[in-house]
């Protein structure tokens, strides 16, 4: 999409997957945050590999001030860093790596060098920020740099000079600070660094709305935080949460093959799952990245949760205007694979197209979703849920029966803690699900939920609650093109109105018509 083409001044569709885009200079200032929120993104990803906290600090108070003179409830994502390798410092302009090449990774060395071998060879010698690799990596393990692109094996480890030999299988430039990936040894490092912890600290005093917790290997580990969690957030206190606990819910990203391995007990534990295709494809083999994501979404969606599939998505338009064939095709797949959201990276982060690459990638989403509208529903209510028989989630689906059968335009819920949304949003919906709360807090957090629609309001009061917000509902969909007067949509709340209690009604009204059997239920 060039800035010529004519679908750049046709109205963007309306979708109902969600954006989330990561944060960075090239899109940080108010006027830019303004702009991608007009273009789609509902959720803001704060990378914590990058940036001090001054410098998050200053872009969350953007977010939130540009968020609110919008009146448009954005969601704040905070992305521990987690264990990663790396290796140490590295002169500029770097070293370059042959195939053949012998290389050392040395415990304790400061700054890398290059060494003349027994032969008379040149070895390359680098720093690495994690020593313990030099016990668990074993000769013959695959031991990569910079996502993959240089390759090398493990050839002898020296523990008593602390030192791990290797031989280099496809060569490049190593620099300061590359990853390094170790698919095949079983890594100690825990899960949650002491720099992590930090982050989490700052996450919960700066309100953040989810944190999402990178390379975890099992449920234990999203267990820990959550405990964590519950020490760092007292009861709030504040008016719109009414002493609620204030906790951050936790996306688990699955970026490790023992993660795959145990992906049930990480979704159980978890409140929500990101695909992050970027290390998933480094530490297995690329070819089962496509098919594993199908099943983490498959299982995600059995315990009804929001899932986001992440990295690469438009990776060619960091620098160039317009994404790849292959591209567009990889974000209609993960909308077809049902993805609740789809993320960008670099591309809104440090890219020349931040605007252009949510605008397109809402296109691409929302075309896909026009695709699977047409087909026979394929979802069904969580398998793993409907023995709870939840009165909520009952509800839900059969609003969801309703809707189909009367085709209505959109459905309205109140959902004072997000428990309606969520249950509601795991039905396979196709038409907008807008979802009242008094706590801006959940209305934030609703921003991951597909379909999800959330307006901070105050709770109706006076003698008729229900009939007030049933006027208000009115007013709001159509004053935002949402429904026409006389279009059927189902209303689905709990009595009494804006108690976080489970949903007990379902009811269908037509847009702007007198409806005194819903109307007439006071408090």
């Not at 002493?243 to 993660?259: C, H, L, N, S, Y």
């Not at 159980?268 to 970027?278: L, P, W, Y």
């Amino acid at each position: 999409m060039t800035p010529t083409d004519p679908t750049r001044d046709a109205p963007l569709p309306r979708m109902l997957s969600k954006i989330v885009a990561t944060i960075g200079p090239a899109s940080d200032s108010p006027d830019q945050v303004r702009r991608l929120i007009e273009a789609g993104v509902s959720i803001f990803r704060f990378n914590f590999s990058h940036g001090d906290f001054a410098a998050h600090e200053k872009r969350l108070d953007v977010v939130r001030q540009v968020s609110a003179e919008m009146d448009r409830p954005i969601a704040c994502l905070g992305d521990l860093q987690g264990p990663k390798i790396r290796v140490g410092k590295v002169a500029p302009p770097g070293i370059t790596l042959k195939p053949g090449q012998s290389v050392i990774l040395r415990r304790g060395l400061e700054i890398a060098c290059e060494e003349v071998g027994p032969g008379g060879e040149t070895v390359a010698v680098f720093p690495t920020t994690y020593p313990q690799m030099i016990h668990e990596v074993e000769p013959g393990h695959k031991v990569l740099i910079n996502d993959g692109a240089i390759r090398m094996l493990a050839t002898a480890r020296h523990v008593d000079r602390g030192e791990l030999h290797c031989c280099v299988i496809v060569g490049g430039l190593v620099t300061s600070g590359k990853g390094i990936n170790l698919p095949q040894s079983a890594i100690s490092a825990p899960a949650i660094t002491e720099r992590d912890w930090e982050c989490v600290a700052w996450a919960v005093d700066n309100q953040l709305d989810f944190i999402a917790l990178s390379f975890v290997r099992t449920a234990d580990e999203v267990l820990e935080l959550k405990e964590r969690l519950k020490s760092m957030c007292p009861v709030d206190r504040r008016s719109d949460l009414r002493g609620e606990t204030a906790t951050i819910p936790i996306v688990a990203k699955i970026e490790k093959p023992q993660a795959v391995a145990n992906i049930d007990s990480i979704v159980q534990a978890s409140d929500a799952i990101m695909v992050a295709r970027g290390d998933l494809g480094v530490e297995m083999d690329i070819a089962r990245v496509p098919v594993e994501q199908k099943k983490i979404l498959a299982c995600a969606h059995s315990w009804g949760k929001p899932v986001i599939v992440a990295t690469q998505m438009l990776e060619s338009m960091i620098e160039s205007p317009t994404p790849t064939r292959a591209e567009a095709s990889d974000v209609a797949n993960a909308i077809f694979d049902g993805a609740d959201a789809v993320m960008l990276s670099a591309e809104s982060a440090t890219g020349k197209w931040p605007v252009v690459a949510v605008e397109t990638m809402r296109r691409i989403a929302a075309a896909a979703e026009a695709r699977v509208a047409e087909l026979p529903s394929r979802r069904t209510p969580p398998d793993q849920l409907i023995g709870t028989r939840f009165m909520t989630a009952a509800l839900a689906h059969g609003a969801w029966q309703i809707c189909r059968d009367i085709k209505a335009t959109l459905v309205v819920c109140w959902s004072e803690s997000g428990g309606s949304a969520r249950a509601l949003s795991q039905n396979d919906f196709d038409v907008p699900i807008v979802a009242y709360s008094s706590s801006l807090r959940t209305c934030r957090r609703m921003a991951i939920l597909r379909n999800v629609i959330s307006v901070h309001s105050r709770i109706p009061e006076g003698p008729t609650p229900l009939r007030d917000w049933n006027i208000e509902v009115d007013r709001f969909i159509q004053s935002r093109g949402l429904a026409a007067a006389g279009d059927p949509i189902i209303i689905v709340c709990g009595r009494p109105l804006g108690r976080a209690t489970a949903a007990n009604l379902v009811a269908v009204h037509r847009v702007g018509e007198d409806d005194s059997g819903l109307r007439s239920h006071g408090p």
